[in-house]
Structures are given as structure tokens and as C-alpha cells.
């Protein structure tokens, strides 16, 4: 007996010690995949510009790539945002590269909408494993006219997100409800605006649940209220806020019956964010109380200038 388990024991220690050194391997080879695919491409590039994006005016784009490695047919382009364009300027190039050399793409761009926009120069060789290698670099201009700012990063965002979700996130039976969310206006530095948000059920909900959420920070939210036309429905509302930048409303909703929830937003600095709005009825099904329908609104707002990220 004492040979048997003497026995047994050792296997045990082999099958262990098989098992320590295949997990070992598979990190290693995981370790080894991911610092071959992050950060460490053996095509890099950088961004420049020549001249001032003002409004109209022609700039400059030098896209410089630079490889540690031969590579053949090396894919470049320059990628623009809707709002600026190239001109005279092939909309991609194709290129032997060789190692330890530095190859330079020129594109002459011009800027047709004031606004935040980002430029890309790009150079991408794909293999037919289906891996690549990636060099490029990017551009960050605002645009107001005559007035510009260029950087190499992104302009400084001093809007934060509150936290905290709101219904409409994870849609249930989003086709029951009639929902929109919009400003009543355009973002100003220093200036009140309305962020509305409408729903419209197409089935009464017994006990209704909306949310609102909005950025903290270089956005300001303040007096929360709603609307249903008939002061009786609105008022049979409850509101809630537990937390800053969030704020709820509990309670009975008529079917066809449009209620507008507002909030007042006054940006106090440059930033970028989402709104997220949802609305929510919870009943019960086979005894137990779950959520029945979700349905909900999202609205990217930015607010940028030249003098903001300055």
C-alpha cells in the first residue's frame, strides 16, 4: 500500500508540475503576443503642419514614417474629419519601405467649418496572417475664423461624468415608447441653455422611471423640471437627485400623453461629453418585480474654442 501511494503521489507531482509549466508557457507566448501588438509596431510615424488652419486657407500636412524592418506595399493616407479637406493630394500611396528609413507624404488641407477637428497621417502594412503594423501620428485643431489652435493632444476636456447610469442603456421594448432629447439652443461659455428631454408612452405606465444624466464639472445643471400640459399629470411626478449631475423623476404615465422634462445647462468651461436620458416601467412577471420596458436617448455635446483651450 505505502508503494502505491508513494507511487501515486509521484504522479501527481508530474501532472502538476506538467500543468505549472503549460500555463507558464501560454502566458509567456500571451505576454509575448501582446508586446508585439501594443506599442511596439516596428512602423512609426509623427504629424506636422506647415502654416495656420484658419478658415479657407490652405496648410500644409508632412506625414514622416519611419521602419525598423523591409516592408512592401506600405498603405498611406492622410484621414480627415468631415469639415476639412484635401487638395490636389492622392488619397492614398503605396510604398516599398526599407529598413532604418525615413519616408515623408506632404498633403496640401484646408478647413471648410469652424469647429474641433482631427487630422491623421497613416501608414499601415497588413500581412496575410491577417496582422499589421501601424505608424502615424495626429493633429488637434480649433477653428474660429481667423483664430486657431493646433496641438499635438487633444484640447483640455474639464467636463467629467457623473457616475451614475440612468435607465435606457439596456432597450426593452424601446418601441412602446416615444422618446427625444435636444438643447433648445447652442452651447455658449458662460450662457443658460435648455436640455430638453420629451416621452411620449404608448401605454400607460404604472409607475414610470426617468433619468437624466449630464457632465459635472465645466458644465453646470440646475432646475430640474417637468411638463405635461395638464398640471394635474405633471405634478403626480415625483423628482429625486441623489447625486450632482443626476436627476430623477418617479411616478404614473398616460398613454399619448407628451411630457417634457428640462433641465438648464450653463458651461462654465471647455469640454466634451454625453447626456444619456431613459425612461423605465417595472411590473410584475411570474411573481417577481422586473423591468419591463426600457427605452432611452443619448446626445454628444462639445464645447471648444481657441481661446478655451488656450
Sequence with gaps: MTTWWKKYLRIVRVRHWITAVAVAV????????AACTAGSSALTGSLAMEGRPALGEPF???LELRTSMDMTDVAVSFILPAGVELVNTPGEWRVDMELNQTYVFTATARVLENGYHK?????RKDFPSGGFFTGFGA????????????????????WESPGQS????????PELIQNRLYLSGTLTLNQPVTLVYEVTPLVDLHFGHVGIAVPIGGLRSSEPRVDAGDATLATSLEFHSSTEGVYYW???????????????LEPTAGGSSVVYAGIRETGVVDSMSREIIDAGQSLALSLYSPSLAR
Excluded at 477653428?143 to 474639464?158: C, M
Design 26 to 33: 501560454g502566458l509567456c507566448i500571451l505576454l509575448l503576443l
Design 60 to 62: 500644409m500636412l508632412r
Design 119 to 123: 487630422i491623421v497621417g497613416l501608414g
Design 139 to 158: 493633429l488637434y485643431i480649433l477653428v474660429e475664423g481667423e483664430d486657431t489652435w493646433v496641438s499635438h493632444d487633444p484640447p483640455p476636456n474639464h
Design 166 to 173: 440612468v435607465p435606457g442603456l439596456l432597450p426593452l421594448q
Design 250 to 264: 418617479d411616478g404614473p404615465m398616460k398613454s399619448q400623453q407628451t411630457y417634457s422634462f428640462y433641465l438648464t
